[in-house]
């Protein structure tokens, strides 16, 4: 497969790289997600989960954030986490903006990621995503994910994230 022109990802370190990640995560969830968990829902996971201080905590505990570069913009953004508890690497966010999706960025990131796992020896990935999120569902299954199960979690303030659980076991490098 030939990846879109100037792909790239640029690891999250600076302050300023963390507030334009806060700045997308506001931008992409904006977009894409009242249509599915409703305004009210998606202003309380901006703030819970991809907000400045958030970011800045998971990336001293491990999380690796990055921006995606395309053609010399930022196209989104994302994030991975070392599971071996699960013999696996976890994708923990993975979002575009809107003029960005459909043109190969995820499958550069998740192969890039499929890369890191193998070299961590995990032989896995893993993600979550959310029932109806129909359209990036039939993405990761047809980058090849497959849904292992579900879970429901109350997140406060009386919202859930009601997701699928998928894998992917890549294949040789």
Same mark, same amino acid.
């Given at each position: ?22 700045? *997308? ?5 904006? &977009?894409? +997600? ?11 996971? *901006?703030?819970?989960?991809? $907000?400045? #201080? ?13 921006? /995606?570069?395309?053609?010399? $913009? /930022?196209?989104? +953004?994302?994030?991975?986490? =070392?599971? #071996?508890? %699960? &013999? ?8 575009? =903006?809107?003029?960005? %999706? !459909? &043109?190969?960025?995820? %499958? ?13 020896? *995990?032989?896995? *990935? ?29 997140? !406060? ?12 076991? #890549?294949? #040789?490098?």
């Amino acid at each position: 497969m030939r990846w879109p022109e100037n792909s790239g990802l640029v690891e999250v370190k600076s302050e300023q790289q963390i507030r334009q990640t806060v700045d *997308l995560a506001f931008q992409i969830w904006n &977009q894409h +997600y009242p249509a599915i968990i409703g305004q009210g829902q998606v202003d309380y996971m *901006l703030d819970r989960f991809q $907000s400045f #201080p958030v970011i800045q905590e998971q990336i001293r505990q491990d999380y690796r954030y990055y921006l /995606i570069q395309s053609a010399g $913009s /930022i196209a989104g +953004y994302t994030a991975f986490v =070392l599971r #071996p508890d %699960r &013999q696996c690497l976890q994708i923990s966010k993975l979002y575009l =903006l809107a003029d960005w %999706r !459909g &043109q190969g960025l995820a %499958r550069y990131v998740i192969d890039t990621a499929c890369n890191l796992a193998r070299g961590h020896g *995990l032989d896995r *990935l893993y993600l979550t995503v959310n029932k109806y999120n129909h359209a990036t569902l039939a993405a990761y299954q047809k980058i090849g994910f497959a849904i292992t199960g579900d879970i429901v979690v109350d997140i !406060g303030n009386g919202f859930e994230m009601d997701d699928f659980e998928m894998e992917l076991v #890549p294949g #040789p490098a």
